[in-house]
């Protein structure tokens, strides 16, 4: 069974510009939850979707969105980057959102913000 | 409000001996605690969660946890440490209705010399 697949790899864009971050989980996972890491602020939860719905989100700014598609992907998009978005977004999927769960995660996108 | 401490950046040990990963959290309620490992360049991968019974659980890679209610500790250790355990470990929390958010510690830097 294939894990979780993050796309990009490695992504450079400049400040003010917008991107886009894709996953697809596990197959037959419907939770999927993003996180960012970053090497002063570690790692921070950014959102959670379960069929299509946002179940939780983190504290991060209006900048940063995302959505799940009915096969469960998810993408994640920020807008207006600035420096400080440059971290290595994960993200992880389970099968549902139960908190006993644990979370299988993809190898990341790392985004550099120039 | 949730919170993991992971009181060492960095821990040194030489392979063959025994290894100690700390880890103390804050949550209401019942806690349900975890241990995830990252290699360089890698997504975190799942070691180990307590969710209720033995306080003593066993994880993958011969790694087991000790969960200590009284001292709302939850240790990471191993009877004989490898050079490839060498890795960033990092413990995490979620509490009651939580779903797919987890809260992490700061991670700590496992360091096996041969």
């Known amino acids: 069974k294939a894990g979780v697949t993050q796309t990009p790899r490695y992504l450079i864009k400049t400040r003010g510009q917008q991107v886009t971050l894709s996953c697809s989980p596990i197959s037959g996972h419907r939770s999927v939850s993003w996180y960012q890491q970053t090497p002063g602020q570690g790692l921070q939860f950014l959102f959670e979707y379960f069929s299509e719905t946002q179940r939780n989100k983190g504290n991060f700014p209006g900048r940063f969105s995302g959505r799940q598609f009915s096969n469960s992907r998810s993408e994640m998009n920020v807008s207006t980057l600035e420096l400080g978005d440059s971290a290595l977004y994960l993200c992880a999927s389970s099968l549902q959102t139960a908190s006993n769960e644990k979370l299988f995660f993809g190898s990341g996108t790392q985004l550099s913000v120039l | ?114």
């Open chain 2, 1 to 114: 409000a949730q919170s993991v401490a992971q009181p060492e950046d960095q821990v040194k040990v030489a392979e063959g001996n025994p290894l100690t990963v700390k880890c103390t959290y804050s949550v209401s309620g019942n806690p349900y605690l975890f241990w995830y490992v990252q290699y360089p360049n890698r997504g975190l991968q799942f070691l180990l969660k307590y969710i209720t019974g033995d306080n003593l659980v066993k994880g993958s890679y011969g790694f087991e946890a000790e969960f200590n209610k009284s001292q709302t500790s939850f240790h990471l250790k191993k009877p004989s440490a490898l050079v490839s355990d060498s890795a960033l470990y990092f413990c995490a929390v979620r509490g009651g209705n939580q779903g797919g958010k987890l809260i992490f510690g700061q991670g700590t830097e496992l360091s096996v010399k041969p």
